[in-house]
Nanobody
Framework: QVQLVESGGGLVQAGGSLRLSCAAS????????MGWYRQAPGKQRELVAG???????NYADSVKGRFTISRDNAKNTVYLQMNSLKPEDTAVYYC?????????????WGQGTQVTVSS
């Protein structure tokens, strides 16, 4: 059974940084794509960043240059380093695992971690 457990969320002031972690178990982590989604109140869930098994990445335009996704296959963990945070980054952040970045939404999901950015 695949399990994804996120950690690292919290409250931070605008301009600050947070690093989210997602530990995976029960899957062949190293061959799967990983990603981070977020959902703000009243808004649709959106893909923030994705990373392939080979380390290729893509980002939503709204976070390019501020967020960095990375993975450590030895630890079955994916990270999201978030810098220069803005109040509009406030959301529940979810880790996802799938065959490709394009199909992450149809794969496995974590329970989410809250990120709140105060102005």
């Amino acid at each position: 059974q695949v399990q994804l457990v996120e950690s690292g969320g919290g409250l931070v002031q605008a301009g600050g940084s947070l690093r989210l972690s997602c530990a995976a178990s029960g899957s062949i982590f190293s061959i799967n794509a990983m990603g981070w989604y977020r959902q703000a109140p009243g808004k649709q869930r959106e893909l923030v960043a994705g990373i392939t098994s080979g380390g290729s990445t893509n980002y939503a335009d709204s976070v390019k240059g501020r967020f960095t996704i990375s993975r450590d296959n030895a630890k079955n963990t994916v990270y999201l380093q978030m810098n220069s945070l803005k109040p509009e980054d406030t959301a529940v952040y979810y880790c996802a695992e799938g065959i490709t970045i394009a199909t992450l939404a149809f794969g496995y999901w974590g329970q989410g971690t809250q990120v709140t950015v105060s102005s």
